[in-house]
């Protein structure tokens, strides 16, 4: 939901901000978009 309702911030990065250190995803690529938006991946 949160890819389809572009609530990234919300989701994705609540996690980051709450230290999580993995993050299963069905959508890997968007994923990995948005860290590296972040500058969280190389």
Do not use: C, F
Not at 6 to 17: A, C, R, T, V, Y
Not at 18 to 23: F, T, V
């Amino acid at each position: 939901m949160a890819v389809e309702e572009n609530k990234k911030d919300e989701s994705w990065g609540w996690l980051i901000n709450h230290k999580a250190n993995l993050i299963q995803t069905d959508r890997p690529k968007e994923l990995i978009e948005y860290l590296r938006a972040k500058n969280l991946h190389n």
